[in-house]
């Protein structure tokens, strides 16, 4: 069964915020505007903007604020700004008019300088969700998103996560997955009905804690 889509990341996100074991591990996400972005740079330093729509690293960009400007990375390619007004026109007009949402921007942990994540898929069956997959995703080299459709390549979890971190962390960052994986689709599911196969996007970061960085209805 292919189940309900919801393609609204701003909804999915703020169903999971409702619940604090959850909320904890959800980076800190607000509707783009200019007030939010300049107030989010100045705490986080590094933020995510990503349309509210989208998948596939579409449309995904990290900004940053240093001491000398701003700056943006879309793909390959980064450029930098003197001014907040320069680098605000200039995201505006990559948005395209797009709905976009801000989120912390989040240091994953990284091999060889490649940042990794996972996707966990989860599937409802006659006899409950089950986990069909979990694998990790490292970022094609210079990129910072790691979908595969931008030449991420992929690992098992394990390697992933022995080769970014520890091995010794193997076991546990993997049932922490698990866990938030099987709470978020309940909270998931009380909210929205029908739902019926999910695709977790969870990344770590360089102290080992695991954030969610999105979830699928359409997994690929
Ligand atoms: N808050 C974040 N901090 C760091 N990297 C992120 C963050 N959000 C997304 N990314 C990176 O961008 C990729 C794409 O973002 P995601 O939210 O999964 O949207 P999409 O629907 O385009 O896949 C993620 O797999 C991850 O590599
Ligand atoms: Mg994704």
Redesign the pocket.
Same mark, same amino acid.
């Given at each position: 069964m292919q189940g309900r889509q919801l393609a609204s990341k701003w909804a999915k996100t703020a169903a999971l915020l409702s619940h604090p074991r959850i909320a904890s591990h959800i980076?800190p996400t607000r509707m783009f505007n200019g007030d939010n972005l300049r107030s989010m740079l100045r705490v986080h330093g590094m933020v995510?903007i990503?349309p509210v729509k /989208? +998948? /596939? *690293?579409?449309g995904?960009m990290k900004v940053t604020s240093s001491g000398s400007g701003f700056s943006y990375t879309y793909y390959s390619r980064t450029r930098h700004f003197n001014s907040f007004q320069g680098l605000l026109q200039a995201l505006k007009k990559e948005q395209k008019g797009r709905r976009y949402l801000i989120?912390? *921007?989040?240091r994953?942990a990284a091999i060889s300088g490649r940042?990794i %994540?996972y996707r966990v898929k989860y599937v409802k069956t006659d006899t409950g969700w089950q986990i069909r997959s979990m694998v990790g995703r490292v +970022?094609r080299p210079g990129l =910072?998103?790691?979908?595969l459709c931008r030449g991420g390549s992929m690992l098992t979890a394990a390697q992933g996560i022995s080769r970014s971190l520890s091995g010794a962390m193997v076991t546990r960052k993997k049932r922490e997955m698990r866990e938030l994986t099987r709470v978020s689709t309940a909270v998931l599911e009380g909210k929205f009905h029908g739902i019926g196969q999910l695709g977790f %996007?969870y *990344?770590i970061d360089r102290s080992g804690k695991v954030w969610i =960085?999105?979830v699928n209805t359409r997994p690929q």
């Open positions: 980076p995510v990503k /989208g +998948a /596939g *690293g579409h995904v989120q912390k *921007g989040i994953l940042p %994540d +970022a =910072f998103v790691t979908n %996007d *990344g =960085f999105e």
